[in-house]
Every structure is written in C-alpha cells, then in structure tokens.
C-alpha cells in the first residue's frame, strides 16, 4: 500500500504539472513546493508511526520544482531545513522579503532560491 500510495502521489503531482504548464498563465511561470506536514520513524516498525515520540519523526521532505529554482536532485550532506522556512522561502519566490514583515520568522532556504 506503501509504494501505490507513492506512486498514485507521484502520478497526482505529474498531473498538476502538466496542466500548470499547459495554461499559458502558468507555463513558465510557476514553481511547487511539495512537503509533509510531519515525518515519520525510520526503524522498521516506527517508520508506520509519527509524533513527539517517535525518533525521526520531526524529519520532513521538500520537493522545489519550477523555472525559478535550481535543480539540487536528492541532496545529502547538506545543511538542515526547517518546516518554519517555507514562508519566507515562498515569499522569497514571489519577489517578496517576508523578514521585512515579520522580523522574527526564519530565513529563506537560500539554496531555493539563489539562482
């Protein structure tokens, strides 16, 4: 069920995609930023569960795609990200200073959005 739920996932996104760049509105012009609200465990067994105390659990994903960003592939030895970066890494795609706004939010994910 796993690996249908992945590819049906996969399948979803490739659609969205697809109809972003065939509406000339979109095409060229529009950049997702996929993730999860939360991780999971990595064991054999936690890796079914999720919460404050399951190890692994705060450990999240993102998936950047669009014209604006740099293709990293899957990235490892890289500095961490945090869920708390979308915003400002979000506005920063859309020409915005989100910090300007709000001073005390983090930080853009510059490797997001230095071209």
Not at 18 to 32: I, R
């Amino acid at each position: 069920m796993y690996l249908y739920a992945a590819h049906y996932m996969d399948r979803y996104i490739k659609e969205l995609w697809e109809t972003a760049q065939s509406m000339s509105q979109y095409k060229g012009k529009t950049t997702f930023l996929i993730t999860c609200d939360h991780g999971r465990g990595s064991g054999p067994r936690d890796w079914r569960n999720h919460g404050a105390n399951v190890e692994g659990a705060e450990n999240i994903w993102l998936a950047v795609m669009g014209p604006d960003t740099k293709a990293l592939g899957e990235r490892t030895n890289a500095p961490p990200i945090y869920q708390k970066q979308l915003a400002a890494t979000l506005a920063a795609l859309l020409g915005e200073d989100y910090n300007t706004a709000e001073p005390k939010a983090a930080k853009p994910i510059t490797d997001v959005t230095a071209q």
